[in-house]
């Protein structure tokens, strides 16, 4: 696996008035890695993305892409390299599926139509969705909506995804479609930063795990290490938790 990291975050610190969101987090990611963020709810996970992809900005710290800084620099013109799977599916009502995956490649990336139509229809088919390209959201059931999600950041061909709890809205029968996408993006070698409950698919899929609590990363190591013998009581504590509340092997 190639050594220099895709994306790397260095003290990311964020405040929202007096609370302090983010306490200074630091992390890597290499090329092909799925790396796997868990942890209590208000605990700065999804902020943690929202600032690597510059939706929020950050008060401090820096983050690199490629080994080059983007804190800085044109947010729009680096998103473009960072795809987001976003809970809420964030697609546009008014537009298909097919349109809802090729419109930041004709708005954005200034393809021609025909091309953009090309990509968005090879990706909708990468997701099981093929049959369901001329249908609006409206017309599909949440896991579908959450495909065309993931079909549209593909789409950009970025360097890497962040998902923000991508099965957290859905009904527990439509979960496993998601996962599945996700797991098969995972072994043909995406690089993802995925936040989730969804231990299952941490365990089998994540090459670590890293427990997020307060702003800080508490623990962080490869799933068997975390998941058998964490070295921090509060981890044990939470995964323990989780386990009750979710159950160990759903996917």
Excluded: W
């Excluded at 939706?55 to 892409?65: A, R």
């Amino acid at each position: 696996m190639n050594q220099e990291p895709v994306l790397m975050v260095v003290d990311l610190r964020k405040k929202y008035g007096a609370t302090e969101i983010l306490k200074g987090v630091s992390l890597e990611l290499k090329k092909g890695e799925t790396k796997v963020i868990i942890g209590p709810s208000g605990t700065g996970k999804s902020t943690l993305l929202l600032c690597i992809n510059r939706l929020v900005e950050p008060d401090s710290g820096k983050v690199f892409l490629e080994g080059e800084e983007i804190t800085s620099k044109n947010a729009h013109r680096m998103r473009q390299k960072i795809g987001f799977v976003f809970q809420d599916f964030n697609l546009f009502n008014h537009l298909t599926a097919l349109d809802n995956v090729r419109i930041g490649l004709i708005k954005v990336q200034k393809l021609p139509k025909d091309e953009a139509t090309q990509i968005a229809l090879e990706q909708l088919r990468k997701v099981g969705l093929a049959d369901k390209a001329h249908l609006y959201p409206s017309q599909l059931s949440g896991g579908q909506k959450q495909r065309v999600a993931i079909a549209r950041a593909l789409a950009m061909r970025p360097k890497l995804i962040l998902f923000d709890e991508p099965t957290s809205a859905l009904d527990p029968e439509l979960i496993g479609e998601v996962l599945s996408v996700m797991i098969d993006l995972a072994k043909s070698g995406m690089t993802m930063l995925v936040v989730t409950h969804e231990l299952g698919f941490a365990r089998s899929v994540a090459d670590e795990i890293v427990f997020m609590e307060n702003g800080v990363i508490v623990e962080q190591g490869p799933p068997s290490e975390i998941f058998t013998n964490p070295k921090v009581e509060r981890t044990r504590q939470f995964l323990r938790r989780l386990t009750e509340l979710y159950g160990e092997e759903r996917r």
